[in-house]
């Protein structure tokens, strides 16, 4: 059975910083491209920053230079650093996984307020 299980998520003062944590089990996870999503409410689903299985990324224009995707192949975790958050970086953050197939994890909440 495959499972993607964030954690880290919070409530964070403007230009805090939170790590967010994504396990995956079930999967040959070094094959797979990780992506971190994210939906606002009353928004769609946007892409976040992604790592191939080369360890390739690539991030939105929204959060270049202020969060870092990264991935532990031995321990099956991608990983999202978020520096300077903003009050517009609240959302709940998905982690995706894609290869041959897809899959989504349940989401983690991120709440940017002071």
């Known amino acids: 059975q495959v499972q993607l299980v964030e954690s880290g998520g919070g409530l964070v003062q403007p230009g805090g910083s939170l790590r967010l944590s994504c396990a995956a089990s079930?999967?040959?996870?070094?094959?797979?491209?990780m992506t971190w999503y994210r939906q606002a409410p009353g928004k769609q689903r946007e892409l976040v920053a992604a790592?191939?299985?080369?360890?390739?990324?690539n991030y939105a224009d929204s959060v270049k230079g202020r969060f870092t995707i990264s991935r532990d192949n031995a321990k099956t975790m991608v990983y999202l650093q978020m520096n300077s958050l903003k009050p517009e970086d609240t959302a709940v953050y998905y982690c995706?996984?894609?290869?041959?197939?897809?899959?989504w994890g349940q989401g983690t909440q991120v709440t940017v307020s002071s």
């Open positions: 790592i191939t299985s080369g360890g390739s990324t």
């Open positions: 079930g999967i040959i996870f070094s094959a797979y491209t």
């Open positions: 995706y996984a894609r290869n041959h197939r897809t899959f």
